[in-house]
T-cell receptor, first 114, second 112 residues
Framework: EDKVVQSPLSLVVHEGDTVTLNCSYEVTNFRSLLWYKQEKKAPTFLFMLTSSGIEKKSGRLSSILDKKELFSILNITATQTGDSAIYLCAVEAPSSSNTGKLIFGQGTTLQVKP | DGGITQSPKYLFRKEGQNVTLSCEQNLNHDAMYWYRQDPGQGLRLIYYSQIVNDFQKGDIAEGYSVSREKKESFPLTVTSAQKNPTAFYLC???????????FGPGTRLTVL
């Protein structure tokens, strides 16, 4: 059975700290791994990773994929209170009947204290 | 403005009643999805549709039904057969050849 596991499930840090969120997966027919940020409503897209070892970066956020060890990390440096959110990892694992199938992890709830 | 809209934002229902959640997109996406989100469980796929007049069951379709009569619209009906319907429901859409899905703001359903 395909699965995506995120860790930790929750995390509390102080502003200025650096955090690393983990996502491991076991799926057949892997195509890509995606990270989303959910602040209360709609998840918003952060990164899509398809190749091992190539870091994607956006401001203080960065992410990398290891297809050999089947995991990805999301790093946030110099955290701010606005980074408080649920971070969702999803793996695109298309099947014959669903070319866009995403399998989501449980999410990591990050709280950044002032 | 392109995007996905869901309505209503909050919905209360008595046990035994069916209720329909609306999802509309103007992104011209072929594929649309319904997810359910419970605390600590991430998003679980209820139904999806890749083309008008066609849809497929996801991982937790029991007690739900959908229709796709127009490309822009993919309403979800939560029936009385759904044993634990209280949850946050998210609609998403995507183009068929790319994994990135765009999400609506969600509907929070509470069964009283």
């Amino acid at each position: 059975e395909d699965k995506v596991v995120q860790s930790p499930l929750s995390l509390v840090v102080h502003e200025g700290d650096t955090v690393t969120l983990n996502c491991s997966y076991e799926v057949t027919n892997f195509r890509s791994l995606l990270w989303y940020k959910q602040e209360k409503k709609a998840p918003t897209f952060l990164f899509m990773l398809t190749s091992s070892g190539i870091e994607k970066k956006s401001g203080r956020l960065s992410s990398i994929l290891d297809k050999k060890e089947l995991f990805s990390i999301l790093n946030i440096t110099a955290t701010q209170t606005g980074d408080s959110a649920i971070y969702l990892c999803a793996v695109e694992a298309p099947s014959s009947s669903n070319t866009g199938k995403l399998i989501f992890g449980q999410g990591t709830t990050l709280q950044v204290k002032p | 403005d392109g995007g996905i809209t869901q309505s209503p934002k909050y919905l209360f229902r008595k046990e035994g009643q069916n209720v329909t959640l609306s999802c509309e997109q103007n992104l011209n996406h072929d594929a649309m999805y319904w997810y359910r989100q419970d605390p600590g469980q991430g998003l679980r796929l209820i139904y999806y549709s890749q083309i008008v007049n066609d849809f497929q069951k996801g991982d937790i379709a029991e007690g739900y039904s959908v229709s796709r009569e127009k490309k822009e619209s993919f309403p979800l009906t939560v029936t009385s057969a759904q044993k634990n319907p209280t949850a946050f429901y998210l609609c998403a859409s995507s183009i068929l050849t790319r994994g990135e899905q765009f999400f609506g703001p969600g509907t929070r359903l509470t069964v009283l």
